[in-house]
């Protein structure tokens, strides 16, 4: 881990297009604003682990509740010529 130490308006760079910058500074919290394009995501690292988690038990019903075969069988009803 890096360990940077920066005061009141001072900022630090990542990459080419993101940068950080200590807006205010009160007691024991640091507000800090982040400025990146708006194709890159930035969250709250509890944000962030919340939405991992939800997309991660999406992912799992969806292949739980869909098999192979399941799918082919309703599709092979479906195609069936109707009398």
Same mark, same amino acid.
């Given at each position: 881990?890096?360990?940077?130490?920066?005061?009141?308006?001072? =900022? &630090?760079?990542?990459?080419?297009?993101?940068?950080?910058?200590?807006?205010?500074?009160?007691?024991?919290?640091?507000?800090?604003?982040? =400025?990146?394009?708006?194709?890159?995501?930035?969250?709250?690292?509890?944000?962030?682990?919340? &939405?991992?988690?939800?997309? %991660?038990?999406?992912?799992?019903?969806?292949?739980?509740?869909? =098999?192979?075969?399941?799918?082919? %069988?309703?599709? =092979?009803?479906?195609?069936?010529?109707?009398?």
């Amino acid at each position: 881990m890096l360990v940077l130490t920066r005061r009141l308006n001072q =900022s &630090i760079k990542i990459g080419d297009d993101v940068e950080i910058t200590v807006i205010e500074v009160r007691g024991d919290q640091v507000r800090l604003g982040v =400025s990146a394009p708006r194709d890159v995501a930035v969250h709250r690292k509890e944000v962030y682990l919340q &939405i991992q988690q939800e997309n %991660q038990a999406a992912a799992q019903a969806s292949t739980s509740e869909v =098999s192979l075969d399941a799918l082919t %069988q309703a599709l =092979s009803g479906a195609l069936k010529p109707q009398k």
